[in-house]
C-alpha cells in the first residue's frame, strides 16, 4: 500500500482542518487505516483508526469527541476531521495502514508522510 496525506497547515486554537491519505495499491492486509501524530520530544502516538471495509472506528481519549475518521472507499481516501483544535495537537500527523487493531506505532505496516499541524493559542 501507499499511503501520502496531505491537509495540514496552521491554525489557531479552536479552529478545524481536515487531513487527508490517499490509499493506492491496498492489499489484503490492510485492514485497519491509521492516524497517529508526533510531537516535537514526544514519541509517535496512535489518534485514531478505521477498518477499511466495515468502517467501524476507534479513537485516542485525547481526541474523543473532537476527532472524527472516516474513509470514502470509491475515493480510496481516509480523512481526520478535527474540530476545537487545541495547542497540544500541534504535530506531524501520520497515516499508517495495519492488519489489526493497534495500539502503537509499531504495529503499523506501512507510513505515508508526514503533515505538519501547528495549532497557536
Known amino acids: 500500500v501507499q499511503l501520502q496525506a496531505f491537509g495540514g497547515g496552521l491554525v489557531q486554537a479552536g479552529d478545524s482542518l481536515r487531513l487527508s491519505c490517499a490509499v493506492s495499491?491496498?492489499?489484503?492486509?490492510?485492514?485497519?487505516m491509521n492516524w497517529f501524530r508526533q510531537a516535537p520530544g514526544k514519541e509517535r502516538e496512535f489518534v485514531a483508526g478505521i477498518r477499511w471495509r466495515e468502517g467501524t472506528k476507534r479513537y485516542a481519549d485525547s481526541v474523543k469527541g473532537r476527532f472524527t475518521i472516516s474513509r470514502d472507499s470509491a475515493e480510496y481516501t481516509v480523512y481526520l476531521q478535527m474540530n476545537s483544535l487545541k495547542p497540544e495537537d500541534t504535530a506531524v500527523y501520520y497515516c499508517?495502514?495495519?492488519?489489526?487493531?493497534?495500539?502503537?506505532?509499531?504495529?503499523?505496516?506501512?507510513w505515508g508522510q508526514g503533515t505538519q499541524v501547528t495549532v497557536s493559542s
Open positions: 495499491r491496498l492489499t489484503t492486509s490492510d485492514n485497519i
Open positions: 499508517a495502514s495495519s492488519s489489526g487493531v493497534i495500539t502503537d506505532a509499531s504495529g503499523a505496516g506501512s
